[in-house]
């Protein structure tokens, strides 16, 4: 048993890394940012009347000009070429041929920076969907109550009969909700049913992006504590404002180790664990990031609201806390725990 | 990432387990928690039979008796004999784990010859003397005195929330030997004999009603010189080779132990109804993620010693301060399960719930723990 990452994990993630904060640094972060701001200003009075295409559209109908658009079509190709959406597709079949801890690295990086779009509906996509492993297409996919990004993108997967957009906390991802089924809110209820594969796939990608941001939020906080002045001395120097850091990080290690150990076991259990463990330590993580700021991280113009905001949306994804914590509740009377 | 066992560490487990299910069936029964004779003799006759079966110091050095076994077969044995309900290593704990590990690697070759066999064997037992009345965890405001008296060090002081004091043998004792130096410097590590003249054991009664821990008194006690373990006034180094112990692979065992626990009160909510409160249920099913990741950091953090020789990293504050707190939620919440029931005394869950009240200051509280995940890892500034 060695746990660690491998020589070839590091170098994955670090090239990551860098390919992501080469094309999606702070920039490119709030360009998209003001981007999405300037389209809502102007949309806003007309949104109401939510005019969403039912199931399984594909092409370009119903755009808007390209001016309008918050998703980065260019961004979109430099991933599929880079490999992202690919990665874990055969290399007979034109992938990289990773699997499953390699992607969740890469899914933590662009937790990490914020990246926009439906990511994980497009790799998932990769292999079935013809042109989402290259970019070429985007995809996204109805799991559960909300839909992302149902306007921009290309092909959809799954049932959006009657969706109906809805103002968006969070200025990167353009949400639909779905009617309720048969009385019930969609992905509420009964948790009997096993998830899909997709679901689990989904669930566990979601907490590796969470971790990545949690991670980042905490880095935040610790440099602000480091080089922030207050009563004549760095805020890292009060304990009030250690303890708050310290536990951040403990959040995000605990939840590290929970996410890579899903990764390499894939077990739903792991996955409902990593998954709980992985937003708590980015809502907390972000919350705290904030107070660390102080007044200046409740401005717009701090990045903190923006990973808050995100990781609310993401606990939102493929059933939320009650259905991790109701398998995993599960997994205790069935013996295995 | 990988968290698959190589077929030796499979073997071992497998001999293990076989050891243990032949082995557990034929031990005496358990003493009570509050005869400490009953339960010194039970724990060291525990450690002989795992000595005869050459498990004893598994994790230690060959040339200091161990078997040399790597981080990750420690971690199996942890978890094998916490599974089959294996005693816990109880009054061996400051030996084995501690004073034992500590003299392993900074004592002379005479010293270890003269105190490790008889731990391995089960033959003595070892106390923790650093913790006194003014200095907790600000370890290093230690006044407990000693000074020279040509081949002795004479001690008088006082230690307090020293765990198995009454049927100790010796004591692992920070004393200061130079009050005028920095308080970080001018501490020496003795090795006390507990039957030497000048001292004094009282027990201490805890909030759990029991005995666990008792106030030493020290009068002018003689220590030999040759008893010193390191340098003079190098007692503060070689501590923090004892604590960096404690806060590495200390705690593997328990989150085993509360996995299980934590399986035992699902399967009485279910008996007893309490399973159909969801919201209940959903705090069982996050304690479950909690302690789940637990294991998973453990396994992390056996892993990164592994590969920096078997040295326990800074990790152990992080984990240290996660599990003690959960480990209180775990008893909380079992409460909850038995409603009225929780008020028995006689129940263990009660027991181990007030006992689990020391977790979050035991070894370093929690705000220590933090303080130090805060400088030491994510190098903030020093506070005050």
């Known amino acids: 048993m060695d746990f660690r990452l491998t020589d070839d994990q590091r170098a994955l993630k670090q090239g990551v890394r860098d390919l992501f ?33 039912a199931g399984g559209r594909e092409g370009a109908d119903g755009r808007r000009g390209e001016g309008a658009r918050v998703l980065d079509r260019e961004l979109w190709r430099e991933l ?5 959406f690919a990665l874990r597709l055969p290399e007979a079949e034109g992938g990289v041929g990773q699997g499953l801890p390699e992607a969740v690295l890469a899914f933590e990086e662009a937790g990490r920076v914020l990246l926009p779009g439906p990511l994980i509906a497009t790799h998932l996509a990769a292999g079935f969907v013809a042109g989402a492993a290259a970019g070429e297409v985007v995809v996204t996919s109805a799991d559960g109550p909300l839909v992302e990004w149902l306007e921009e993108a290309d092909v959809v997967r799954g049932d959006v009969t ?12 353009p949400l639909h909700r779905l009617p309720a089924t048969d009385g019930r809110p969609p992905g509420g209820g009964a948790f009997r049913a096993a998830r899909t594969p997709d679901g689990l796939l989904t669930s566990l990608f979601t907490a590796a992006e969470q971790l990545g941001s949690a991670a980042r939020t905490c880095e935040s906080a610790v440099q602000h504590a480091r080089t922030r002045e207050q009563f004549g001395r760095p805020i890292g120097a009060f304990q009030a404002v250690q303890h708050l850091c310290a536990g951040m990080l403990a959040r995000v290690e605990v939840a590290r180790a929970a996410v890579y150990a899903a990764s ?9 664990a990593a998954r709980l463990l992985a937003d708590e330590a980015a809502v907390r993580g972000a919350r705290d990031c904030l107070q660390v700021h102080g007044g200046i991280g409740f401005t717009w113009e701090s990045d903190v609201h923006l990973h808050l905001k995100r990781a609310w949306t993401r606990t939102h994804r493929a059933g939320g806390a009650t259905r991790s914590e109701e398998e995993s509740a599960d997994d205790l009377v069935a013996g295995t725990a | 990432m990988d968290l698959t066992y190589t077929p030796e560490e499979e073997e071992f ?35 002989r039979m795992l000595y005869d079966a050459g498990y004893a110091g ?8 161990g078997r040399g076994a790597t981080p990750t077969q420690h971690l199996i044995y942890l978890e094998e004999t916490e599974k089959a309900g294996a005693p816990y290593v109880g009054a061996n704990f400051v030996g084995l784990l501690h004073a034992g590990p500590t003299i392993a690697s900074e004592g002379s070759a005479g010293q270890r010859a003269r105190w490790l066999p008889p731990v391995l064997r089960g033959e003595e037992v070892w106390c923790q003397g650093f913790s006194e009345p003014d200095a907790g965890s600000d370890l290093a405001a230690l006044r407990t005195r000693a000074w020279r008296d040509g081949d002795d060090y004479v001690v008088s002081g006082s230690k307090i929330w020293t765990s198995h004091a009454e049927v100790a043998d010796w004591c692992e004792l920070l004393v200061r030997t130079d ?37 030493v008194f020290l009068d002018e006690v003689r220590v030999p010189v040759a008893n010193r373990v390191g340098a003079e006034n190098d ?61 998973r950091l453990t396994q992390w953090n056996v892993s990164e010693a592994q590969s920096a020789g078997g040295v326990p990293g800074a990790g152990g504050s992080v984990f240290k301060l996660r599990y003690s707190h959960a480990r209180q939620e775990l008893y909380d919440a079992a409460a909850e399960v038995l409603g009225p029931e929780s008020l028995d005394l006689g129940r263990e869950w009660t027991l181990d719930r007030l006992s689990s009240l020391s977790y979050t200051i035991a070894a370093g509280t929690s705000q220590i723990q933090r303080n130090i995940v805060a400088e030491r890892i994510l190098g903030l500034p020093r506070g005050r």
Request: positive net charge; hydrophobic residues 40%; charged residues 30%.
């Open chain 1, 162 to 173: 009657g969706a109906e957009p809805l103002v968006p906390v969070d200025p990167l991802t």
């Open chain 1, 80 to 84: 599929g070429a880079a490999g992202f």
């Open chain 2, 13 to 47: 487990r497998a001999r293990l387990r076989t050891w243990l299910a032949g082995v557990l069936p034929e031990l005496p029964p358990k003493p009570s928690p509050r005869d400490w004779p009953a339960r010194r003799a039970y724990d060291l006759g525990w450690q």
């Open chain 2, 235 to 295: 007692g503060w180094r070689v501590t923090m080779v004892t604590l960096s112990y404690e806060r590495g692979t200390a705690f593997v065992g328990e989150v085993v132990a509360c996995r299980r626990v934590l399986s035992e009160v699902a399967r009485e909510a279910r008996k007893n109804g309490r399973w159909d409160d969801a919201v209940l249920r959903r705090r069982l099913g996050r304690l479950n993620a909690e302690f789940r990741a637990l294991w």
């Open chain 1, 264 to 272: 390499v076991t894939a077990d739903p259990v792991d996955i409902a």
């Open chain 1, 21 to 53: 904060e080469g094309r999606f640094g702070r920039e490119a972060l709030r360009a998209a940012v003001d981007r999405a701001d300037g389209r809502r200003g102007a949309d806003a009075p007309e949104r109401a009347d939510g005019k969403a295409t």
């Open chain 2, 58 to 65: 598994l994790h230690w050095p060959v040339d200091a008796g």
């Open chain 2, 179 to 215: 009050p005028a130096a920095r308080k970080h410097r001018g501490i020496t590590w003795l090795a006390m004999p507990m039957d030497a003249p000048g001292i004094t054991v009282r027990p201490l009664r805890t909030l759990a009603g029991s005995t666990e821990f008792a106030e």
